[in-house]
């Protein structure tokens, strides 16, 4: 069975820290890792990660991939409070019926002024 | 459309009810996913669908749950004699195909069985 795991589930922090969090996996058939932001509406596209070693960047979010230690890390840096918001990360299977998305309970991070 | 439509946005229903959720996809995406999302959980899968075909329907917990496409486009989950059990957000999503490309939400449906 496909499985996510994140850390920490919450996280505090002050305006102009800098935080990372983290994603492991274990899935059969692995296809690509995404993160998502959600802030009590839709979760909203952030990265898509399929080879390891290269960052994405956008802004002060960045996200990289590890495939060999099954891992992946997304770092905000100089928070600001509207980056308080869950943090999803996700898996997408290869699968012979098209494809899923198999999701990690995500990481609350609040970052106050 | 501009983005993934869901309707109703927040639905209350007394248990024992049926009730059906909307999704109208992004126009020309050919992908569509439901998940469901209790309080203080990632989503979870519930089925796939590829044009009007249901090609995964794994992660519908009951016979209660059934999800249609009819014309590939807009698609409805309807949940039979609901329980309380039933209670969480319910996504939808799509894609342009499959594998590969971006997933896009919708803010979701809000049931709450009471």
């Known amino acids: ?113 | 459309g501009a983005g993934v439509s869901q309707s109703p946005r927040y639905k209350v229903a007394k248990r024992g009810q049926d009730v059906a959720l909307r999704c109208d996809p992004i126009s020309g995406h050919v992908s569509l996913f439901w998940y469901q999302q209790a309080l203080g959980q990632g989503p979870e899968f519930l089925t796939y669908f590829q044009n009007e075909a249901q090609l995964d329907k794994s992660g519908l917990p009951s016979d209660r749950f059934f999800a249609e496409r009819p014309e590939g486009s807009v698609s409805t989950l309807k949940i039979q004699r609901t329980q309380q059990e039933d209670s969480a957000v319910y996504l939808c999503a799509s894609s342009f195909t499959t594998g590969g490309n971006t997933i896009y939400f919708g803010e979701g449906s809000w049931l709450t069985v009471v």
């Not at chain 1, 979010?61 to 409070?81: M, R």
């Not at chain 1, 999803?88 to 609040?110: D, I, K």
Request: aromatic share 8%.
């Open chain 1, 1 to 113: 069975e496909d499985k996510v795991v994140q850390s920490p589930l919450s996280l505090v922090v002050h305006e102009g820290d800098t935080v990372t969090l983290n994603c492991s996996y274990e899935v059969t058939n692995f296809r690509s890792l995404l993160w998502y932001k959600q802030e009590k509406k839709a979760p909203t596209f952030l990265f898509m990660l399929t080879s390891s070693g290269i960052e994405k960047k956008s802004g002060r979010l960045s996200s990289i991939l590890d495939k060999k230690e099954l891992f992946s890390i997304l770092n905000i840096t100089a928070t600001q409070t509207g980056d308080s918001a869950v943090y999803l990360c996700a898996v997408e299977a290869r699968e012979t019926s098209g494809s899923r998305l198999t999701f990690g309970e995500g990481t609350q991070l609040t970052v106050n002024p």
